[in-house]
């Protein structure tokens, strides 16, 4: 069930002469329920190799492998679920419509899954099965897409910045929120971000990426205790031993 | 909702009362002969002291232009439901679209009362020709602005390209198709009046040409009068439909 990506590179064609290198010579192997960041400066490459993985995108050279799937097997299997900056619910479709439609397209009736009032209770928002999605706040809107991405029952998380348009707070409390459904599905969950803290905070395993080309370049595992407390001495330790590296290479 | 409505009936009549009272007085003052420009009061005359003939006449310019416009709404719906699923007719298509689209209706009118008759298929034809066009652009261009968080959202479930068009693309496209229809549903009613022009048993513009040839300009304007409120009627109705319909405007 791990995931591997061995000797990936991307580049991207802006005209036929002119190719800009994304990502160069990606080494990355993931353990089964293992947690994991990817935290990088913008335009290091980050989103583009969480969306290869996806079978978004599609590399020019090398590839991924999930459970000896490739991206598009794992998606016919429905083992990825993919979460995004936006929530990118339906509007015209009511919270339980749209967690429930995660279900209905491509079903895998082999898998038992959570219902979905039973998901909406997971993500506490059991009250609002018929409410339309533009009806609540952004933060709601995230924890519908959440529970949609649970609804999957799928072995790999995705997450792409879920929370980086909500505020402080709000996303603090998400990102517990997700440590919490992560202990209790033990899916593998590679977390691309921009924070520093909320990388250590939750992943088992930070990798550091710099720019142009996109590279893997520095790689902390994190032995901290959970839940982990960001004000303590080692905690901050972590975070400079990470700041440091980012500063270096971008 | 119903506020913001009654106040654009408000400021509807604020425009037109003025207008009209400048008309009155201005045929009044300098006493135009009625073959030139009658007054608002002598055209509402008109219109009411033939009320039964303008109602028969203005049902089936009606039920002509709605007929025409479904027939249009549909055929344009369905050109871009083929489009949306297959881009690679486009090209073929949207040829073929454009062809209809530049023949002046002035010529195939004619042609159409000939080969059909005096009947209402030809008005149904002419007006579904005139509405197609518009319908098939916008929600063509409607099926393709559906969001790409939410196209990678279904491409992560590996829905089929017929499961994302119908949950994705077709709900992206309402707000396009009621753009459409509010030009169209306007244009319909034109279409059906210029297909009756060219020879009709009955309707507003067969009621519209003899006055005309009459010089009965009293008889003519009482139909322009109709027209337009025809118009607005059918306008405020695709309004009234897009507000039940498209429920989540302003929300992404």
């Known amino acids: 069930m791990n995931l591997s990506i061995s000797n990936l590179s991307h580049s991207y064609n802006h ?3 002119e190719a800009r290198l994304a990502l160069k010579d990606i080494h990355l192997e993931v353990q089964p329920s293992e947690f994991v960041a990817l935290i990088g400066p913008s335009g290091c490459g980050k989103s583009t ?34 979460m995004a900056q936006k929530p990118a619910l339906l509007p015209w479709r009511t919270v339980y419509a749209n967690v429930a439609l995660a279900q209905k397209i491509n079903p895998q009736n082999s898998r038992s899954l959570l219902s979905p009032l039973e998901l909406l209770d997971l993500v506490r928002l059991g009250d609002f099965a018929s409410a339309h999605t533009f009806t609540l706040s952004g933060g709601m809107q995230q924890r519908v897409a959440l529970a949609r991405t649970l609804a999957l029952g799928a072995d790999y998380w995705l997450m792409d910045e879920p929370f980086t348009a909500l505020d402080e707070l709000t996303r603090e409390s998400l990102t517990r929120e997700v440590l919490g459904l992560w202990k209790r599905f033990h899916p593998t ?7 520093i803290s909320e990388a250590v905070r939750m992943a088992d395993r930070v990798l550091v990426m710099s720019r142009s080309p996109g590279q893997i370049h520095a790689e902390h595992r994190i032995h901290l205790i959970r839940p982990r407390d960001e004000t303590a001495p080692a905690f901050q330790d972590v975070v400079r031993l990470i700041r440091t590296d980012l500063a270096l290479k971008s | 909702m119903k506020r913001l409505f009654s106040s654009d009936l408000w400021l509807a009549f604020l425009i037109i009362a003025p207008v009209l009272l400048s008309w009155e007085i201005l045929v009044r003052a300098l006493q135009l002969p009625i073959y030139l420009l009658p007054s608002p009061t002598r055209i509402l005359r008109t219109l009411f002291e033939n009320l039964a003939l303008y109602a028969n006449a203005s049902a089936i310019t009606l039920s002509e232009a709605i007929a025409g416009l479904l027939l249009g709404l549909s055929a344009g719906a369905l050109g871009a439901t083929l489009l949306g699923l297959w881009p690679r007719m486009e090209r073929g298509v949207m040829t073929l679209a454009i062809l209809v689209k530049s023949t002046p209706l002035v010529a195939i009118a004619p042609l159409l009362t000939i080969w059909l008759g005096f009947g ?3 008005k149904i034809i002419i007006t579904a020709l005139l509405t197609f066009f518009p319908v098939l652009v916008n929600v063509l261009s409607g099926l393709r602005s559906t969001d790409v968080a939410l196209l990678d959202t279904f491409q992560s479930w590996h829905a089929s390209r017929w499961e994302v068009f119908l949950n994705a693309r077709v709900p992206s496209a309402v707000p396009h198709l009621f753009a459409a229809l509010k030009v169209t549903a306007p244009l319909a009613l034109i279409g059906a009046v210029v297909a009756e022009w060219t020879g009709a048993s009955g309707g507003l513009g067969r009621t519209m040409w003899l006055a005309y040839t009459n010089l009965n300009l009293p008889f003519l304007f009482a139909a322009v009068f109709i027209l337009a409120a025809m118009g607005v009627a059918l306008y405020t109705l695709v309004v009234i439909i897009e507000d039940r319909v498209f429920f989540w405007e302003g929300t992404s």
């Not at chain 1, 190799?49 to 978004?56: F, K, Q, S, T, V």
């Open chain 1, 49 to 82: 190799l969480l969306r290869i993985i996806a079978g978004l995108v599609v590399p020019t050279q090398g590839s991924a492998r999930l459970a000896q799937m490739n991206p598009k097997q794992a998606t016919a299997a429905k083992q990825i679920s993919w």
């Open chain 1, 189 to 195: 969950v590679l977390w691309v971000t921009h924070s």
């Open chain 1, 15 to 17: 005209s036929a002469s």
């Open chain 2, 120 to 122: 209402v298929v030809p």
